[in-house]
């Protein structure tokens, strides 16, 4: 298979994502595949972080604020309890998310749209995968609260002798909150860039050979190590092109969305400023169809974004196999089958 650039690969994957998802096109099968890029590229994952700083006792008109929730221990006992369930049920998605990863890696690289036998034969692959994403996650997690914890101890004497009738030391807070950020960015940057490593070199060894993830970073950093050049420019085109890709296509359906959900939103108003004030079954039927508009805007807003940022996701993992497939050969070899041998000539006597 050619080796392609950074640059090269990526008019290449736009012709290969437009031949699966449109050659056939079976709207059905579409919606399917688009909606698994979504979940496996995860466009739809955002981290956001609320800093909530602390304020004094009263608020600004004047009004006290409790000091203490007084909850009882049966209450405390039930959000604890909802708290781990939560995070169960993320880790467990988390797992299933790493399967379809592996199963769109298949379908892609074969060139299949039947997710259900790549879900089948990665289930050892997609543990191994999943066990280390969770480690790798900790350690992040635990880097992360070990540096902030000098700033969070800052942040607190800070406020504290604000509250106390001093100044407001905006210098200090400056000095305590910019180098927060950039430490915040940096850790943002490393972690996307083993995320990426992880699921766009080490995944395919994982995949066509069953090794170990050890194994398959091994592996991996022999050709990152060969070129390194040429993955550093990859990493950063893998971080660029999403973010162009996906403002293009929010600048081209801006307005057609926006007169689409602005009829359903004034429909939805329109609906409820009719039904205001009743009471009775009236009431009730004004609220039913309040509900019904509220899901038809989310699948109609799910549907937008499966259909919207699915092909974007799919060139995605096309242009990151399309690079790694011509330096790893048994990639290389399913993404494009060498010719077959000549037939040898028939001996002469």
Known sequence: MRVFSATQAISPAIDRTKRYLFQPFKLGTYLKLTAVACITEGISANSNFNFNLPSGSHTSSGADIPSSLNL???????????????????????????????????????????????????????????????????????????????????????????????????????????????????????????????????????ALENLTVLQSWAAAKTRIGAEKGSFALYLLMRLILPFAAYIAVFIVMFIPLLIVFGILVLTGVGFHAAFEGTTGVIAFIGIFIEVVLVLIGIIFGLLVAFSLGGPVATWIRNYALLFYGGRYQALGDILSPPAPAAPAAPEVR
């Open 72 to 206: 009882s221990n049966e209450v405390i006992a039930l959000i604890v309890i909802g708290v781990l369930v939560c995070i169960a049920i993320g880790i467990y998605l988390s797992y299933l998310i790493i399967r379809l990863r592996f199963a769109f890696f298949h379908c892609l690289a074969h060139q299949t749209k039947e997710i259900r036998l790549g879900w089948r034969l990665y289930r050892t692959q997609g543990m191994r995968y999943f066990i280390a994403s969770l480690i790798i996650g900790l350690i992040f997690l635990f880097v992360l609260v070990l540096v902030a914890l000098p700033f969070v101890f800052g942040f607190v004497r800070l406020f504290q002798s604000s509250q106390e009738g001093g100044p407001f030391n905006i210098g200090f807070f400056l000095l305590l909150f910019l180098p927060l950020i950039g430490i915040v960015i940096c850790l943002c940057l490393a972690a996307y860039a083993v995320n990426a490593v992880l699921h766009d070199f080490i995944l395919p060894h994982m």
